[in-house]
């Protein structure tokens, strides 16, 4: 059956006739439920032997956090789902509503979101653009429009492309994506607000920095950026940061 006709007919309206820019925001909440077993990257340990020989603050930051590493959790859709549930609302207010919104579908799948009204989805929370969001993201994956598959041997740039086509969805987002459930060990979200202010603070004594200083400082962590991002947001909060 196609895809039109398996959706609710306001949100295929929507979608056609609404070109909605996709909205970022780095104040967003992304993790996943705590019950979700995590799975430490292979790259990790060579990738902290290598940043406390290159730089000096990542060789005081790193030993803080003992074994404690960026995990993995969850699928694709749902990681990305949750990420546009989340967009522009607090933590607790994310949470609500994703709680709301995971209980229509028999599964949190593309075929399965797909088959929803908009009133139902409205009812949990959504804001119609969230809405029309996702239906947007279960029509590229349902559709293969994003090719999951071929992630592994695809290079960050090009999953980037795939990603930020989906309406909802910017570099930074589809970044965090790389970082937190592709695990891509070189990833540098120069938009991310908190890398930036964590740079500020532990290389330049707090004075303001440019996407341009914080490259350079970087510079030092390849190929392990995502890493060290990693731990410039420990060392602004010492909680595990998750997607």
């Known amino acids: 059956m196609p895809l039109a006709k398996r959706l609710p007919k306001t949100a295929v309206t929507a979608l056609a006739s609404e070109a909605i820019a996709p909205i970022d925001t780095a104040v967003v909440a992304l993790s996943s439920p705590a019950k979700t077993t995590g799975v430490k990257p292979l790259y990790w ?6 940043l406390t020989k290159k730089d000096r603050v990542m060789k ?27 967009q522009q609302i607090s933590v607790k207010a994310a949470q609500t509503v994703w ?3 995971a209980l229509l579908p028999a599964a949190m799948a593309p075929d399965h979101v797909l ?3 908009v009133d139902d989805m409205r ?11 996702l239906v947007d993201l279960a029509l590229h994956f349902d559709s293969g429009a994003v ?29 965090m994506f790389l970082i937190f459930y592709l695990m891509r060990p070189d ?6 607000v908190g890398l930036i202010n964590g740079i500020s603070k532990s290389y330049f004594s707090g004075e303001a920095v440019s ?17 060290a991002t990693w731990y410039i947001w420990r060392s602004l909060d010492p909680l595990p940061v998750a997607y």
């Open 211 to 227: 996407r341009s200083d914080a490259r350079e400082v970087a510079s030092a962590w390849a190929p392990y950026r995502s890493v």
């Open 115 to 117: 088959k929803l009204k």
């Open 60 to 86: 005081r930051l790193i030993p803080q956090f003992g074994d404690a590493s960026l995990q993995s959790r969850g699928d694709a859709f749902s990681t990305l789902a949750r990420s546009i549930v989340g």
């Open 187 to 192: 990833v540098l979200p120069l938009d991310d």
């Open 147 to 175: 090719h999951v598959k071929s992630w592994d041997a695809m290079d960050d740039e090009a999953i980037i492309t795939e990603l930020v086509a989906i309406r909802g969805i910017g570099r930074w987002t589809a970044e």
């Open 45 to 50: 340990d060579a990738a902290c032997k290598h």
């Open 123 to 133: 009812a949990a929370g959504l804001s119609a653009r969230k809405v029309e969001y």
């Open 99 to 101: 709680d709301r919104f």
